[in-house]
Protein backbone atom coordinates (compact mmCIF):
# COMPACT_ATOMS: atom_id res chain seq x y z
CA UNK A 1 0.00 0.00 0.00
CA UNK A 2 1.37 3.16 -0.98
CA UNK A 3 2.71 5.49 2.03
CA UNK A 4 2.98 2.37 4.16
CA UNK A 5 6.15 0.17 4.61
CA UNK A 6 8.13 -1.90 6.42
CA UNK A 7 11.04 -1.04 8.36
CA UNK A 8 13.94 -3.80 8.33
CA UNK A 9 16.41 -4.23 10.82
CA UNK A 10 19.05 -0.97 9.68
CA UNK A 11 16.08 1.47 9.62
CA UNK A 12 14.22 0.22 12.75
CA UNK A 13 17.09 0.26 14.86
CA UNK A 14 18.41 3.65 14.16
CA UNK A 15 14.35 5.23 14.45
CA UNK A 16 13.64 3.24 18.07
CA UNK A 17 17.17 4.78 18.99
CA UNK A 18 15.96 8.07 17.97
CA UNK A 19 12.75 7.99 19.69
CA UNK A 20 14.57 6.27 22.97
CA UNK A 21 16.83 9.31 22.65
CA UNK A 22 13.91 11.99 22.37
CA UNK A 23 11.85 10.44 25.52
CA UNK A 24 14.70 10.21 27.62
CA UNK A 25 15.66 13.51 26.56
CA UNK A 26 11.82 15.02 27.98
CA UNK A 27 11.91 12.73 31.22
CA UNK A 28 15.30 14.67 31.92
CA UNK A 29 13.71 17.86 32.03
CA UNK A 30 10.84 16.06 34.49
CA UNK A 31 7.73 15.92 31.36
CA UNK A 32 6.59 12.01 32.41
CA UNK A 33 5.63 9.86 29.60
CA UNK A 34 2.13 8.68 28.51
CA UNK A 35 0.50 6.23 26.43
CA UNK A 36 -3.07 6.93 24.84
CA UNK A 37 -4.86 5.08 21.99
CA UNK A 38 -4.08 4.06 18.56
CA UNK A 39 -8.00 5.30 18.26
CA UNK A 40 -10.16 7.97 19.32
CA UNK A 41 -13.27 9.44 18.85
CA UNK A 42 -13.97 11.28 16.36
CA UNK A 43 -16.53 13.57 18.95
CA UNK A 44 -13.02 13.76 20.63
CA UNK A 45 -10.94 14.57 18.05
CA UNK A 46 -13.12 17.05 16.55
CA UNK A 47 -13.13 18.92 19.52
CA UNK A 48 -9.64 20.15 18.27
CA UNK A 49 -8.28 19.43 14.81
CA UNK A 50 -9.20 21.91 11.94
CA UNK A 51 -11.88 20.44 9.12
CA UNK A 52 -8.50 20.02 6.57
CA UNK A 53 -6.89 17.84 9.08
CA UNK A 54 -10.66 16.02 10.11
CA UNK A 55 -10.54 15.53 6.29
CA UNK A 56 -7.53 13.07 6.15
CA UNK A 57 -8.34 10.90 9.40
CA UNK A 58 -8.66 7.07 8.61
CA UNK A 59 -12.34 6.29 9.93
CA UNK A 60 -13.97 3.38 10.76
CA UNK A 61 -17.29 2.75 12.74
CA UNK A 62 -16.67 0.14 15.53
CA UNK A 63 -18.81 -2.61 16.27
CA UNK A 64 -21.32 -0.23 17.61
CA UNK A 65 -21.84 2.23 15.04
CA UNK A 66 -19.82 4.68 16.74
CA UNK A 67 -17.43 7.00 14.41
CA UNK A 68 -13.91 6.57 15.05
CA UNK A 69 -10.60 7.19 14.07
CA UNK A 70 -7.10 6.17 13.84
CA UNK A 71 -5.06 9.42 15.49
CA UNK A 72 -3.27 12.02 13.55
CA UNK A 73 -1.61 13.45 16.33
CA UNK A 74 -1.41 13.45 19.89
CA UNK A 75 -2.32 16.42 20.90
CA UNK A 76 -5.62 16.72 21.30
CA UNK A 77 -5.79 12.98 22.86
CA UNK A 78 -3.48 14.47 25.68
CA UNK A 79 -5.36 17.52 26.15
CA UNK A 80 -8.36 15.21 26.48
CA UNK A 81 -6.37 12.89 29.46
CA UNK A 82 -5.20 16.58 31.35
CA UNK A 83 -9.04 17.66 31.14
CA UNK A 84 -10.11 14.38 31.95
CA UNK A 85 -8.32 11.48 34.10
CA UNK A 86 -5.90 13.94 35.42
CA UNK A 87 -8.75 16.40 36.16
CA UNK A 88 -7.59 17.01 39.41
CA UNK A 89 -3.35 16.80 38.84
CA UNK A 90 -1.95 19.84 39.98
CA UNK A 91 -0.91 22.32 37.09
CA UNK A 92 1.12 23.10 35.87
CA UNK A 93 1.85 19.19 34.40
CA UNK A 94 4.45 18.08 31.89
CA UNK A 95 3.90 15.15 29.64
CA UNK A 96 5.21 13.23 26.81
CA UNK A 97 4.37 10.81 24.48
CA UNK A 98 5.77 8.76 21.24
CA UNK A 99 4.47 6.62 18.36
CA UNK A 100 2.89 6.12 15.03
CA UNK A 101 -0.10 8.75 13.70
CA UNK A 102 -2.05 8.22 10.46
CA UNK A 103 -3.30 10.51 7.74
CA UNK A 104 -5.16 9.44 4.52
CA UNK A 105 -2.11 11.53 2.12
CA UNK A 106 -1.56 9.90 -1.00
CA UNK A 107 1.35 8.30 0.05
CA UNK A 108 3.08 9.58 -3.47
CA UNK A 109 6.42 10.10 -3.45
CA UNK A 110 8.24 9.99 0.09
CA UNK A 111 4.48 11.03 1.19
CA UNK A 112 4.09 8.83 4.15
CA UNK A 113 0.43 8.19 5.81
CA UNK A 114 1.77 6.61 8.83
CA UNK A 115 5.04 8.53 10.43
CA UNK A 116 6.25 8.46 13.85
CA UNK A 117 6.01 11.33 16.30
CA UNK A 118 7.24 12.00 19.59
CA UNK A 119 6.43 15.17 21.56
CA UNK A 120 5.88 17.02 25.00
CA UNK A 121 3.21 19.17 26.25
CA UNK A 122 3.33 21.97 28.90
CA UNK A 123 0.20 22.22 30.60
CA UNK A 124 -1.37 24.70 32.64
CA UNK A 125 1.83 27.33 32.30
CA UNK A 126 1.66 30.48 30.62
CA UNK A 127 4.28 33.15 29.85
CA UNK A 128 7.61 33.14 27.82
CA UNK A 129 9.67 31.13 30.38
CA UNK A 130 7.25 28.54 29.51
CA UNK A 131 7.72 29.17 25.34
CA UNK A 132 11.24 29.17 25.74
CA UNK A 133 11.33 25.78 28.06
CA UNK A 134 9.56 24.02 25.39
CA UNK A 135 11.87 25.44 22.54
CA UNK A 136 14.82 24.17 24.24
CA UNK A 137 13.56 21.50 25.13
CA UNK A 138 12.50 20.44 20.90
CA UNK A 139 16.28 21.45 20.65
CA UNK A 140 17.56 19.42 22.59
CA UNK A 141 15.46 17.01 22.00
CA UNK A 142 16.92 16.94 18.18
CA UNK A 143 20.58 16.67 19.85
CA UNK A 144 19.91 13.88 21.66
CA UNK A 145 18.49 11.99 18.76
CA UNK A 146 21.87 12.90 17.13
CA UNK A 147 20.93 15.41 14.93
CA UNK A 148 23.78 18.08 14.78
CA UNK A 149 23.14 20.96 12.40
CA UNK A 150 19.49 22.65 12.84
CA UNK A 151 17.75 25.76 12.89
CA UNK A 152 14.65 26.86 15.19
CA UNK A 153 12.72 29.83 13.93
CA UNK A 154 10.27 31.24 16.26
CA UNK A 155 7.64 33.57 15.47
CA UNK A 156 4.01 34.09 17.14
CA UNK A 157 0.80 33.56 16.08
CA UNK A 158 -1.11 36.83 17.77
CA UNK A 159 1.43 39.38 15.09
CA UNK A 160 -0.53 38.11 12.46
CA UNK A 161 -4.11 38.30 14.25
CA UNK A 162 -3.16 42.13 15.23
CA UNK A 163 -1.81 42.57 11.75
CA UNK A 164 -5.41 41.42 10.48
CA UNK A 165 -7.56 43.73 12.83
CA UNK A 166 -5.90 46.59 11.77
CA UNK A 167 -5.24 46.22 8.05
CA UNK A 168 -7.84 48.36 6.17
CA UNK A 169 -10.47 45.99 4.30
CA UNK A 170 -13.53 44.81 4.37
CA UNK A 171 -14.18 41.67 6.14
CA UNK A 172 -14.92 39.42 3.64
CA UNK A 173 -11.43 40.25 1.54
CA UNK A 174 -9.88 39.67 5.25
CA UNK A 175 -11.37 36.35 4.79
CA UNK A 176 -9.92 36.16 1.17
CA UNK A 177 -6.59 37.34 2.45
CA UNK A 178 -6.41 34.65 5.38
CA UNK A 179 -7.24 32.09 2.91
CA UNK A 180 -4.05 33.44 1.04
CA UNK A 181 -1.87 33.23 3.16
CA UNK A 182 -2.78 29.65 4.77
CA UNK A 183 -2.59 28.39 1.03
CA UNK A 184 0.68 30.15 0.64
CA UNK A 185 -0.44 31.87 -2.03
CA UNK A 186 1.13 35.12 -2.15
CA UNK A 187 -0.07 36.09 -6.25
CA UNK A 188 -3.76 35.68 -4.77
CA UNK A 189 -2.47 37.92 -1.56
CA UNK A 190 -0.93 40.29 -3.89
CA UNK A 191 -3.63 40.97 -6.08
CA UNK A 192 -6.24 40.93 -2.81
CA UNK A 193 -4.38 43.64 -1.60
CA UNK A 194 -3.63 46.17 -4.68
CA UNK A 195 -7.38 45.85 -5.79
CA UNK A 196 -8.32 48.05 -2.11
CA UNK A 197 -7.77 51.47 -2.00
CA UNK A 198 -6.48 51.87 1.33
CA UNK A 199 -2.74 51.43 1.97
CA UNK A 200 -0.96 51.02 5.45
CA UNK A 201 2.29 50.10 7.12
CA UNK A 202 0.49 46.53 7.74
CA UNK A 203 -0.56 46.03 3.81
CA UNK A 204 3.45 46.41 3.31
CA UNK A 205 4.05 43.66 5.75
CA UNK A 206 1.41 41.01 4.69
CA UNK A 207 3.11 41.40 1.53
CA UNK A 208 6.47 41.19 2.53
CA UNK A 209 5.31 37.87 4.75
CA UNK A 210 8.00 35.31 3.45
CA UNK A 211 10.84 38.01 4.43
CA UNK A 212 10.41 38.68 7.40
CA UNK A 213 12.72 36.46 8.89
CA UNK A 214 16.71 36.98 10.54
CA UNK A 215 17.66 38.07 14.38
CA UNK A 216 16.36 40.69 16.92
CA UNK A 217 17.23 43.39 14.59
CA UNK A 218 13.73 42.45 12.59
CA UNK A 219 12.07 42.88 15.99
CA UNK A 220 12.66 46.61 15.69
CA UNK A 221 12.10 46.62 12.09
CA UNK A 222 8.80 45.37 12.30
CA UNK A 223 8.24 47.26 15.71
CA UNK A 224 8.37 50.54 13.73
CA UNK A 225 5.97 49.78 11.11
CA UNK A 226 2.88 48.01 13.23
CA UNK A 227 0.75 50.47 15.01
CA UNK A 228 -1.78 47.94 16.81
CA UNK A 229 -1.45 46.79 20.61
CA UNK A 230 -2.02 42.65 19.33
CA UNK A 231 0.97 42.51 17.14
CA UNK A 232 3.34 45.18 19.46
CA UNK A 233 2.64 42.74 22.40
CA UNK A 234 3.83 39.46 20.07
CA UNK A 235 7.22 41.70 19.44
CA UNK A 236 7.68 42.23 23.06
CA UNK A 237 6.83 38.48 23.81
CA UNK A 238 9.23 37.10 21.45
CA UNK A 239 12.05 39.39 21.81
CA UNK A 240 11.30 38.09 25.85
CA UNK A 241 11.92 34.37 24.25
CA UNK A 242 15.07 35.05 22.49
CA UNK A 243 16.78 36.50 25.23
CA UNK A 244 15.58 33.42 27.71
CA UNK A 245 16.72 31.01 24.80
CA UNK A 246 20.21 32.67 24.87
CA UNK A 247 20.43 32.07 28.30
CA UNK A 248 19.36 28.18 27.78
CA UNK A 249 22.46 28.47 25.52
CA UNK A 250 20.61 28.32 22.21
CA UNK A 251 21.08 31.60 20.71
CA UNK A 252 23.12 30.70 17.68
CA UNK A 253 20.68 28.15 16.39
CA UNK A 254 17.36 30.57 16.83
CA UNK A 255 16.17 32.98 14.51
CA UNK A 256 12.98 35.06 14.16
CA UNK A 257 10.26 34.49 11.75
CA UNK A 258 7.59 36.96 11.85
CA UNK A 259 6.22 35.32 8.55
CA UNK A 260 6.27 32.24 9.77
CA UNK A 261 2.08 31.01 8.21
CA UNK A 262 1.17 28.13 10.76
CA UNK A 263 -2.42 27.16 11.52
CA UNK A 264 -3.83 30.61 12.82
CA UNK A 265 -7.03 28.99 14.45
CA UNK A 266 -5.45 26.54 16.57
CA UNK A 267 -1.87 28.21 17.91
CA UNK A 268 -2.47 31.66 20.15
CA UNK A 269 1.23 32.90 20.65
CA UNK A 270 4.81 31.75 20.46
CA UNK A 271 4.95 29.26 17.30
CA UNK A 272 8.09 27.56 16.46
CA UNK A 273 9.38 25.10 13.86
CA UNK A 274 12.98 23.67 13.60
CA UNK A 275 14.70 22.69 10.33
CA UNK A 276 17.45 20.74 8.65
CA UNK A 277 19.95 21.54 6.52
CA UNK A 278 18.69 19.49 3.81
CA UNK A 279 15.37 18.72 4.66
CA UNK A 280 12.77 20.46 2.29
CA UNK A 281 10.21 19.80 5.95
CA UNK A 282 10.28 20.94 9.29
CA UNK A 283 11.73 18.08 11.41
CA UNK A 284 9.72 19.44 14.42
CA UNK A 285 7.40 21.79 15.21
CA UNK A 286 4.91 23.48 17.70
CA UNK A 287 3.65 26.50 19.81
CA UNK A 288 0.93 28.05 22.20
CA UNK A 289 -2.47 26.68 21.98
CA UNK A 290 -4.43 28.21 24.86
CA UNK A 291 -7.68 27.63 23.69
CA UNK A 292 -7.62 24.01 22.89
CA UNK A 293 -8.47 22.50 26.68
CA UNK A 294 -11.11 25.04 27.42
CA UNK A 295 -12.73 22.53 24.70
CA UNK A 296 -12.08 20.01 27.22
CA UNK A 297 -13.65 21.91 30.02
CA UNK A 298 -10.78 22.40 32.28
CA UNK A 299 -9.71 25.86 30.37
CA UNK A 300 -5.56 26.20 30.67
CA UNK A 301 -2.39 27.65 28.89
CA UNK A 302 -0.64 25.33 27.04
CA UNK A 303 2.30 24.80 25.12
CA UNK A 304 4.19 21.81 23.31
CA UNK A 305 5.70 20.57 20.20
CA UNK A 306 6.14 16.96 18.12
CA UNK A 307 9.66 15.56 16.73
CA UNK A 308 9.29 13.83 13.33
CA UNK A 309 10.96 11.03 13.79
CA UNK A 310 11.12 10.03 10.00
CA UNK A 311 12.39 12.93 9.64
CA UNK A 312 15.36 12.60 12.00
CA UNK A 313 16.03 9.25 10.46
CA UNK A 314 16.55 11.02 6.92
CA UNK A 315 18.67 13.38 8.79
CA UNK A 316 20.57 11.31 10.34
CA UNK A 317 21.17 8.44 7.87
CA UNK A 318 22.15 11.24 5.13
CA UNK A 319 24.61 13.23 7.37
CA UNK A 320 28.07 13.04 6.49
CA UNK A 321 28.73 10.36 9.19
CA UNK A 322 25.42 8.52 9.42
CA UNK A 323 25.01 7.00 13.14
CA UNK A 324 27.24 3.34 13.47
CA UNK A 325 24.91 0.65 12.84
CA UNK A 326 24.49 -1.66 15.99
CA UNK A 327 26.48 -4.43 15.09
CA UNK A 328 26.72 -7.95 16.97
CA UNK A 329 29.78 -8.35 18.83
CA UNK A 330 30.09 -11.91 19.04
CA UNK A 331 29.24 -15.05 16.96
CA UNK A 332 29.60 -18.15 19.34
CA UNK A 333 29.82 -21.60 17.76
CA UNK A 334 30.50 -24.88 19.17
CA UNK A 335 31.00 -28.40 18.93
CA UNK A 336 30.97 -31.38 20.43
CA UNK A 337 30.41 -30.42 24.22
CA UNK A 338 30.92 -26.95 23.96
CA UNK A 339 27.31 -25.92 23.79
CA UNK A 340 27.51 -25.56 27.68
CA UNK A 341 30.29 -23.21 28.05
CA UNK A 342 28.52 -21.11 25.03
CA UNK A 343 25.75 -20.26 26.79
CA UNK A 344 27.33 -19.08 29.89
CA UNK A 345 30.02 -17.00 27.52
CA UNK A 346 26.70 -15.88 25.89
CA UNK A 347 25.01 -14.77 29.30
CA UNK A 348 28.86 -13.08 30.35
CA UNK A 349 29.38 -11.31 27.32
CA UNK A 350 25.45 -9.55 27.03
CA UNK A 351 26.05 -9.14 31.24
CA UNK A 352 29.18 -6.99 29.37
CA UNK A 353 26.66 -4.96 27.35
CA UNK A 354 28.07 -6.77 24.18
CA UNK A 355 25.16 -8.61 21.47
CA UNK A 356 25.99 -12.08 21.32
CA UNK A 357 24.59 -14.78 19.01
CA UNK A 358 24.90 -18.50 20.40
CA UNK A 359 24.87 -20.91 17.56
CA UNK A 360 21.85 -23.44 17.79
CA UNK A 361 23.92 -26.15 15.64
CA UNK A 362 26.92 -28.12 16.23
CA UNK A 363 29.68 -26.62 13.47
CA UNK A 364 33.62 -27.62 13.23
CA UNK A 365 35.38 -24.76 13.07
CA UNK A 366 35.78 -24.35 9.32
CA UNK A 367 31.97 -24.72 8.99
CA UNK A 368 31.70 -22.13 12.18
CA UNK A 369 33.52 -19.64 9.65
CA UNK A 370 30.74 -19.11 7.30
CA UNK A 371 28.29 -19.22 9.79
CA UNK A 372 30.05 -16.30 11.61
CA UNK A 373 30.16 -14.42 8.60
CA UNK A 374 26.37 -14.95 7.22
CA UNK A 375 25.45 -13.17 11.28
CA UNK A 376 28.11 -10.52 10.46
CA UNK A 377 29.26 -10.77 13.24
CA UNK A 378 32.88 -9.09 14.91
CA UNK A 379 34.34 -11.42 16.95
CA UNK A 380 34.16 -15.67 16.40
CA UNK A 381 33.97 -17.89 19.67
CA UNK A 382 34.14 -21.48 18.63
CA UNK A 383 33.92 -23.76 21.98
CA UNK A 384 34.88 -27.08 21.32
CA UNK A 385 34.73 -28.27 25.06
CA UNK A 386 34.52 -26.89 29.00
CA UNK A 387 37.98 -26.02 28.51
CA UNK A 388 38.79 -25.16 25.10
CA UNK A 389 38.03 -22.32 23.15
CA UNK A 390 39.40 -20.27 19.82
CA UNK A 391 38.23 -16.73 19.69
CA UNK A 392 39.11 -14.80 15.98
CA UNK A 393 38.79 -11.33 15.24
CA UNK A 394 37.70 -9.97 11.73
CA UNK A 395 41.24 -9.71 9.84
CA UNK A 396 42.94 -11.25 12.36
CA UNK A 397 44.28 -15.13 12.86
CA UNK A 398 42.43 -17.46 15.56
CA UNK A 399 43.97 -17.86 18.52
CA UNK A 400 43.18 -20.25 21.62
CA UNK A 401 42.64 -18.95 24.72
CA UNK A 402 41.04 -20.19 28.09
CA UNK A 403 37.27 -19.46 28.24
CA UNK A 404 37.21 -17.04 31.13
CA UNK A 405 39.21 -14.79 29.49
CA UNK A 406 37.32 -14.41 26.23
CA UNK A 407 35.12 -11.44 27.76
CA UNK A 408 37.59 -9.77 29.47
CA UNK A 409 39.76 -9.32 25.88
CA UNK A 410 36.37 -8.97 24.00
CA UNK A 411 35.07 -6.06 26.72
CA UNK A 412 38.64 -4.76 26.35
CA UNK A 413 38.41 -3.64 23.12
CA UNK A 414 41.32 -5.92 21.70
CA UNK A 415 39.63 -7.03 19.33
CA UNK B 1 26.31 26.96 15.02
CA UNK B 2 23.74 27.74 12.06
CA UNK B 3 22.73 25.37 10.16
CA UNK B 4 21.82 28.04 7.30
CA UNK B 5 25.18 29.60 7.59
CA UNK B 6 26.97 26.40 7.98
CA UNK B 7 26.37 24.50 5.22
CA UNK B 8 29.05 23.27 2.10
CA UNK B 9 29.61 26.35 -0.49
CA UNK B 10 27.88 24.66 -2.89
CA UNK B 11 24.14 24.32 -1.14
CA UNK B 12 24.45 27.52 0.45
CA UNK B 13 24.67 29.68 -2.58
CA UNK B 14 24.01 27.55 -5.53
CA UNK B 15 19.76 27.77 -6.10
CA UNK B 16 17.72 25.45 -7.91
CA UNK B 17 14.98 25.68 -10.10
CA UNK B 18 12.50 22.93 -11.69
CA UNK B 19 11.52 24.16 -15.21
CA UNK B 20 8.45 22.65 -16.63
CA UNK B 21 8.80 20.50 -19.71
CA UNK B 22 6.53 22.01 -22.96
CA UNK B 23 4.52 25.31 -23.46
CA UNK B 24 5.63 27.13 -20.39
CA UNK B 25 9.29 26.03 -21.26
CA UNK B 26 10.27 29.45 -23.99
CA UNK B 27 8.85 31.64 -21.43
CA UNK B 28 10.63 30.08 -18.40
CA UNK B 29 14.06 30.08 -20.40
CA UNK B 30 13.62 33.64 -21.49
CA UNK B 31 12.87 35.01 -18.23
CA UNK B 32 15.89 33.09 -16.59
CA UNK B 33 17.95 34.73 -19.44
CA UNK B 34 16.60 38.38 -18.23
CA UNK B 35 17.00 37.52 -14.71
CA UNK B 36 20.56 37.13 -15.17
CA UNK B 37 20.34 33.96 -13.18
CA UNK B 38 21.02 31.60 -16.47
CA UNK B 39 21.40 31.74 -20.45
CA UNK B 40 20.18 28.40 -21.63
CA UNK B 41 19.09 27.23 -24.78
CA UNK B 42 15.68 24.84 -25.20
CA UNK B 43 18.44 22.16 -26.86
CA UNK B 44 20.95 22.11 -24.21
CA UNK B 45 18.68 21.36 -21.65
CA UNK B 46 16.06 19.46 -23.04
CA UNK B 47 19.67 16.90 -23.75
CA UNK B 48 21.20 17.31 -20.26
CA UNK B 49 17.89 17.90 -18.10
CA UNK B 50 19.69 18.99 -15.37
CA UNK B 51 22.40 21.89 -16.31
CA UNK B 52 24.63 23.63 -13.16
CA UNK B 53 25.68 27.38 -14.16
CA UNK B 54 27.75 29.09 -11.13
CA UNK B 55 25.05 30.45 -9.01
CA UNK B 56 21.69 28.08 -10.50
CA UNK B 57 21.29 24.27 -11.17
CA UNK B 58 18.50 24.46 -13.61
CA UNK B 59 16.27 20.89 -13.88
CA UNK B 60 13.88 20.25 -16.70
CA UNK B 61 10.77 17.84 -15.50
CA UNK B 62 7.13 17.11 -16.61
CA UNK B 63 5.43 20.05 -15.84
CA UNK B 64 2.77 18.24 -13.57
CA UNK B 65 5.92 17.15 -11.60
CA UNK B 66 7.39 20.32 -10.78
CA UNK B 67 5.65 21.00 -7.36
CA UNK B 68 6.94 17.26 -6.32
CA UNK B 69 10.28 18.38 -6.84
CA UNK B 70 9.63 21.73 -4.82
CA UNK B 71 7.62 20.14 -2.35
CA UNK B 72 10.03 17.57 -1.36
CA UNK B 73 12.95 19.82 -1.55
CA UNK B 74 14.73 18.45 -4.71
CA UNK B 75 14.40 21.93 -6.03
CA UNK B 76 14.23 25.72 -4.17
CA UNK B 77 12.08 26.96 -6.96
CA UNK B 78 10.16 25.83 -9.60
CA UNK B 79 8.01 27.68 -12.47
CA UNK B 80 4.51 25.97 -12.99
CA UNK B 81 1.02 27.01 -14.68
CA UNK B 82 -1.65 28.20 -12.15
CA UNK B 83 -3.37 25.14 -13.66
CA UNK B 84 -0.96 22.28 -12.14
CA UNK B 85 -1.64 23.94 -8.80
CA UNK B 86 -4.77 24.03 -8.90
CA UNK B 87 -4.60 20.33 -9.26
CA UNK B 88 -1.64 19.81 -6.84
CA UNK B 89 -2.15 21.87 -3.91
CA UNK B 90 1.05 21.65 -1.22
CA UNK B 91 3.18 22.81 1.13
CA UNK B 92 5.30 25.29 -1.03
CA UNK B 93 5.24 28.64 -1.36
CA UNK B 94 3.41 30.97 -4.19
CA UNK B 95 5.38 33.88 -4.99
CA UNK B 96 5.53 35.55 -8.34
CA UNK B 97 2.89 35.87 -11.15
CA UNK B 98 5.51 35.07 -14.03
CA UNK B 99 2.66 36.80 -16.22
CA UNK B 100 3.44 34.45 -19.44
CA UNK B 101 1.94 31.44 -20.46
CA UNK B 102 -1.71 32.52 -20.12
CA UNK B 103 -4.61 30.25 -20.95
CA UNK B 104 -8.10 29.66 -18.96
CA UNK B 105 -9.33 26.85 -17.91
CA UNK B 106 -12.89 26.39 -19.63
CA UNK B 107 -15.99 24.49 -19.84
CA UNK B 108 -17.34 23.71 -23.08
CA UNK B 109 -19.87 21.97 -24.79
CA UNK B 110 -20.72 20.92 -28.63
CA UNK B 111 -21.73 23.91 -30.93
CA UNK B 112 -24.85 22.05 -31.35
CA UNK B 113 -25.44 20.97 -27.48
CA UNK B 114 -28.56 22.53 -26.00
CA UNK B 115 -26.31 23.20 -22.88
CA UNK B 116 -25.91 27.28 -21.88
CA UNK B 117 -25.82 28.49 -18.48
CA UNK B 118 -26.48 26.77 -15.35
CA UNK B 119 -30.00 26.56 -15.60
CA UNK B 120 -29.81 23.99 -18.60
CA UNK B 121 -27.61 21.92 -16.86
CA UNK B 122 -28.70 18.64 -15.91
CA UNK B 123 -29.25 17.04 -12.83
CA UNK B 124 -26.08 15.09 -12.94
CA UNK B 125 -24.08 16.80 -15.79
CA UNK B 126 -21.00 14.35 -17.06
CA UNK B 127 -17.77 16.10 -17.32
CA UNK B 128 -14.59 14.86 -18.90
CA UNK B 129 -11.59 16.37 -18.25
CA UNK B 130 -7.77 16.29 -17.15
CA UNK B 131 -8.56 18.86 -14.24
CA UNK B 132 -10.79 16.38 -12.18
CA UNK B 133 -10.15 18.25 -8.49
CA UNK B 134 -10.51 21.62 -10.05
CA UNK B 135 -13.75 20.55 -11.50
CA UNK B 136 -15.14 19.01 -8.93
CA UNK B 137 -14.63 22.20 -6.67
CA UNK B 138 -15.73 24.31 -9.17
CA UNK B 139 -19.40 22.27 -9.83
CA UNK B 140 -19.57 21.67 -5.93
CA UNK B 141 -19.78 25.69 -5.18
CA UNK B 142 -21.80 25.95 -7.48
CA UNK B 143 -24.55 23.05 -5.83
CA UNK B 144 -24.23 21.17 -9.29
CA UNK B 145 -23.92 17.13 -9.30
CA UNK B 146 -21.44 16.08 -11.55
CA UNK B 147 -19.40 13.14 -13.25
CA UNK B 148 -16.02 13.44 -13.87
CA UNK B 149 -14.04 11.48 -16.04
CA UNK B 150 -10.63 11.50 -15.47
CA UNK B 151 -8.99 11.53 -19.14
CA UNK B 152 -5.47 11.91 -20.08
CA UNK B 153 -5.58 13.44 -23.50
CA UNK B 154 -7.29 14.48 -26.14
CA UNK B 155 -10.18 15.77 -24.06
CA UNK B 156 -12.59 17.65 -26.69
CA UNK B 157 -12.81 14.07 -28.23
CA UNK B 158 -14.53 12.61 -25.66
CA UNK B 159 -18.25 15.02 -26.52
CA UNK B 160 -18.09 14.12 -29.97
CA UNK B 161 -18.42 10.32 -29.38
CA UNK B 162 -21.08 10.75 -26.43
CA UNK B 163 -19.10 10.06 -23.52
CA UNK B 164 -19.85 13.02 -21.76
CA UNK B 165 -21.87 16.37 -22.22
CA UNK B 166 -19.30 18.76 -21.83
CA UNK B 167 -15.71 18.93 -20.78
CA UNK B 168 -13.02 21.06 -18.01
CA UNK B 169 -10.34 22.03 -20.30
CA UNK B 170 -7.29 24.39 -20.78
CA UNK B 171 -7.41 26.94 -23.52
CA UNK B 172 -5.03 29.41 -25.19
CA UNK B 173 -6.67 30.67 -28.42
CA UNK B 174 -9.50 28.96 -28.16
CA UNK B 175 -8.34 27.34 -31.72
CA UNK B 176 -8.64 23.50 -30.89
CA UNK B 177 -11.85 23.78 -28.93
CA UNK B 178 -13.13 25.53 -32.67
CA UNK B 179 -11.63 22.97 -34.51
CA UNK B 180 -13.51 20.01 -33.05
CA UNK B 181 -16.90 22.21 -32.94
CA UNK B 182 -16.71 22.97 -29.31
CA UNK B 183 -17.94 26.28 -27.93
CA UNK B 184 -17.19 27.64 -24.37
CA UNK B 185 -19.90 28.04 -21.89
CA UNK B 186 -18.04 29.48 -18.54
CA UNK B 187 -14.64 30.09 -17.41
CA UNK B 188 -13.50 28.03 -14.67
CA UNK B 189 -10.26 30.57 -13.83
CA UNK B 190 -7.37 31.95 -15.47
CA UNK B 191 -3.59 30.52 -15.31
CA UNK B 192 -0.45 32.19 -16.28
CA UNK B 193 2.81 30.64 -15.22
CA UNK B 194 4.11 30.78 -11.49
CA UNK B 195 7.13 31.01 -9.44
CA UNK B 196 6.60 28.51 -6.44
CA UNK B 197 9.32 27.68 -3.86
CA UNK B 198 9.86 25.30 -1.03
CA UNK B 199 9.43 26.20 2.41
CA UNK B 200 12.54 25.27 4.13
CA UNK B 201 14.46 26.45 1.40
CA UNK B 202 12.74 29.79 2.14
CA UNK B 203 14.13 29.65 5.94
CA UNK B 204 17.25 27.45 5.80
CA UNK B 205 18.90 29.57 2.67
CA UNK B 206 17.01 32.73 2.89
CA UNK B 207 19.73 34.85 1.09
CA UNK B 208 20.80 33.12 -1.54
CA UNK B 209 16.78 31.56 -2.55
CA UNK B 210 15.37 35.19 -2.03
CA UNK B 211 18.39 37.07 -4.02
CA UNK B 212 17.09 34.91 -7.23
CA UNK B 213 13.42 35.23 -6.43
CA UNK B 214 14.36 39.02 -6.38
CA UNK B 215 15.84 38.82 -10.00
CA UNK B 216 13.01 36.77 -11.37
CA UNK B 217 10.67 39.26 -9.61
CA UNK B 218 12.43 41.96 -11.46
CA UNK B 219 12.63 40.54 -14.61
CA UNK B 220 8.82 40.39 -14.95
CA UNK B 221 8.13 43.57 -13.98
CA UNK B 222 10.96 45.22 -15.69
Known sequence: MPGFRDRLPDEAEVLREAQESVLAEMRRWGYRHVITPMVEGTDVLELGIGAEQRRRLFKFADARGEVIALVGERTVPVARLVAGKLRSAPLPMRLCYAGPVLSTDDGRLHQRRETYQAGAELVGAPGTAADAEVIALAARCLEASGVKRYQVDVGHAEFFHGIMDAVKLPDEVKDAV???????????????????????????????????????????????????????????????????????????????????????????????????????????????????????????????????????????????????????????????SGLRPALRLGSTLRLFGMRAVVDTQARNEAEAKSWWRSVGAVNLIHCSSESTVSWTARGQRTRRLPPEQVAGRLAGGVA | MNAGRAQGARKSTKVSIALPTGALMPGALRLLAKSGLARLSADELGRQLLVDRSSVRVILVRPADVPAYVDHGAADLGIVGKDILWETPGAHYELVDLKFGGCKLVLAVPVASRLNGPETWPPQLRVATKYPRTAEAWFEARGQAVEVVQLRGSVELAPQVGLVDAIVDLTATGRTLKENRLRIVATLGASTARLIANQASLKTRTDAVQAAVGRLRKAVTG
Request: proline share 6%.
Open chain 1, 178 to 336: RGALAARDFVALESLLEGTPLRSAEHELLLRFPALRGGVEILQAAGGLVRNRRSERALAELAEVQELLVAHGLGEVVSLDLGAIRDFDYYTGITFEAYGPELGRPVAQGGRYDGLLERFGRPSPATGFVVQLDLVYEMLSGAARPPALPRIDAAVAWSG
